[in-house]
């Protein structure tokens, strides 16, 4: 914040009193709070900083020169296949450096329980899977309704993947309140499903065995009257073309192609659209590329950065040992 000419206490503070209430949290997810209070201690940082770092999104409500945002697709590469998701998670290019994997296990769980999540240093968490449960991608939605009330998007994430399949996830979604608008896709063993959350509800969309759910950041199915202007919440012009090219990338990906090579690849490629490099007028990078199978407990993981290229790095969630 400082290197972009802000004062981090006020804006820390501001977070604060603005961004989601902190009881509501403690109310519905108090292990994760007790989580970023022990990365808090582990790090010998202010308790207020890791949660305002772990406000990500919510943070975006008054931060309008942040060109974010998220590609994402989940379907099934062909008729016998179990489904996969994966995403490109687009943010701010001061982020790059910080990305993190998780492997989360409690204690006494076994292996085919862990949790593997992309995260960024001292936060819970980004986009993630379930081994043998769900997996989970997000496309912030800053045109859906926000509300102080609801829970923030890091900590729904973190218990979606608490959740035994899609069917639960989405049954969580369509309760819990929100904080931030944002489209949660989900992808089990069996099916795959877009739900896009806000202030005023959920709206769900369920995904047939042959089709594609491709999103990024405008919304595509709520209510047309509980959308907001672009230009009310600052994501008019640049910031809206960017999502509406990168969907017509991701369609030109499933019209022509559609295998998981080919998604891959296009996720991968700075020249496909979708795999966004950092430049003066834009400075927002893909920070990280994600992909996720739960049937076949395996994720895939292409670190980001501000030049992007590289390779993927499959992780069998079943061992211990990273194959590349």
């Not at 994760?32 to 409500?61: C, S, V």
């Not at 942040?66 to 687009?90: F, K, W, Y």
């Not at 995260?119 to 989970?136: E, N």
């Not at 700075?270 to 992909?291: I, Q």
Request: hydrophobic share 45%.
């Amino acid at each position: 914040m400082e290197g972009r000419g802000r004062n981090a206490g006020r804006r820390i503070a501001a977070l604060m009193t603005r961004s989601p209430d902190l009881a509501a949290m403690e109310r519905r997810c108090p292990a994760l709070l007790e989580e970023i209070r022990g990365i808090a201690d582990g790090a010998g940082q202010p308790f207020e900083l890791i949660l305002a770092l772990n406000l990500m999104d919510e943070e975006w409500w008054f931060e309008d020169d942040e060109d974010t945002g998220c590609s994402l697709v989940a379907g099934r590469a062909d008729a016998h296949s179990p489904p996969i998701l994966a995403q490109n998670m687009d943010l701010p290019v001061w982020m790059d450096g910080l990305q993190a994997l998780l492997r989360i296990r409690d204690e006494g769980e076994d292996a085919a329980s862990e949790r593997v999540v992309l995260s960024a240093a001292g936060m819970i968490g980004l986009a993630g899977m379930r081994m043998g449960g769900v997996a989970v991608g997000v496309n912030t939605l800053l045109q859906l309704p926000r509300s102080v009330r609801g829970l923030p998007v890091a900590f729904i994430v973190r218990a979606v993947l608490e959740q035994s399949d899609a069917e639960a996830a989405v049954g969580f979604l369509a309760a819990v309140p929100h904080a931030s608008g944002q489209h949660y896709a989900i992808a089990d063993g069996d099916g795959v499903f877009g739900i896009e959350c806000s202030a005023k509800g959920a709206v769900l969309r369920r995904f047939a065995r042959n089709e594609w759910l491709l999103h990024t950041n405008h919304p595509l199915w709520s209510d047309p009257g509980d959308v907001l202007a672009p230009e009310e919440v600052g994501i008019a012009g640049v910031r809206l073309q960017s999502s509406q090219q990168r969907l017509v990338s991701l369609e030109a990906f499933a019209a022509f192609d559609g295998t998981a090579e080919g998604m891959r690849a296009t996720l991968a490629d700075p020249g496909s659209g979708v795999y966004l490099v950092a430049s003066p007028e834009c400075p927002t990078s893909t920070f990280g590329s994600v992909e996720f199978c739960p049937a076949r407990g395996t994720a895939r993981v292409l670190p980001g950065g501000r030049s992007g290229g590289g390779e993927w790095i499959e992780i069998r969630v079943r061992e211990s040992e990273r194959v590349a």
